[in-house]
């Protein structure tokens, strides 16, 4: 059975840092563009930052927002992805989504909330 589940997210103050985990279960993620996105309440869902599958490099990419501040990673051996958040800001308060695409297969996680508020 294909899953992402989300975790690591909650309560941060600003200039504080959480680390979201993505883990798959019914594929291999080294093979996935794997990717973390945000839905902000009254807002559109919104790329965060992406890592290619290792086939194609696993180049990263970022949102200007989240430039110099996260970081995403993949641990394929563990079949999980990352995204170390350093330097939260009030506005990066958003559900956070993972998400894997290869061809045709698209797979998203259920979300985890993370709040940044002092």
């Known amino acids: 059975q294909v899953r992402l589940v989300e975790s690591g997210g909650g309560l941060a103050q600003p200039g504080g840092s959480l680390r979201l985990s993505c883990a798959a279960s019914g594929f291999a993620i080294s093979i996935y563009h794997m990717s973390w996105y945000r839905q902000a309440p009254g807002k559109d869902r919104e790329l965060v930052a992406l890592?290619?599958?290792?086939?194609?490099?696993?180049?990263?990419d970022y949102a200007d927002s989240v430039k110099g501040r996260f970081t995403i990673s993949r641990d394929n051996a563990k079949n999980t992805m990352y995204l170390q958040m350093n330097s939260l800001k009030p506005e990066d308060t958003a559900v956070y989504y993972c998400?894997?695409?290869?061809?045709?297969?698209?797979?998203w996680g259920e979300g985890t909330q993370v709040t940044v508020s002092s």
């Open positions: 890592i290619t599958g290792s086939i194609n490099g696993g180049r990263t």
């Open positions: 998400k894997a695409v290869r061809s045709r297969d698209l797979y």
